[in-house]
């Protein structure tokens, strides 16, 4: 069993920054790819960014260049470094670890943070 905890939101005027946190315990896989996911009422959850184990990364069209995820495997935490955030990335976000194996695949998801960005 995976358990993420996120820490980090909180609010913050246009243009600040801000650095998201997420602790995954539990039986942690090299495969295991982790990211970041938000939801505004109303809307869909959107991918913000993911990373392998390997460092390789892909992030949303609307936070490239201003948002950086990094992933420590010795801590088992992924961050989301925030950059001159926009009140668009008012949001609540959420932590994701996907593993897949052979015939599955599954999602772990952390309890969300919000994020506030006042104009």
């Not at 995976?2 to 315990?25: D, K, N, T």
């Not at 939801?39 to 390789?56: F, M």
């Amino acid at each position: 069993q995976v358990q993420l905890v996120e820490s980090g939101g909180g609010l913050v005027q246009a243009g600040e920054s801000l650095r998201l946190s997420c602790a995954a315990s539990g039986s942690i896989f090299a495969s295991d790819v982790m990211g970041w996911y938000r939801q505004t009422p109303g809307k869909q959850r959107e991918l913000v960014a993911v990373i392998t184990s390997g460092g390789n990364t892909n992030y949303a069209d609307s936070v490239k260049g201003r948002f950086t995820i990094f992933r420590d495997n010795a801590k088992n935490t992924v961050y989301l470094q925030m950059y001159w955030l926009e009140p668009e990335d008012t949001a609540v976000y959420y932590c994701n670890l996907a593993r897949s194996w052979f015939g599955g695949s599954h999602n772990y998801w952390g309890q969300g943070t919000q994020v506030t960005v006042s104009s």
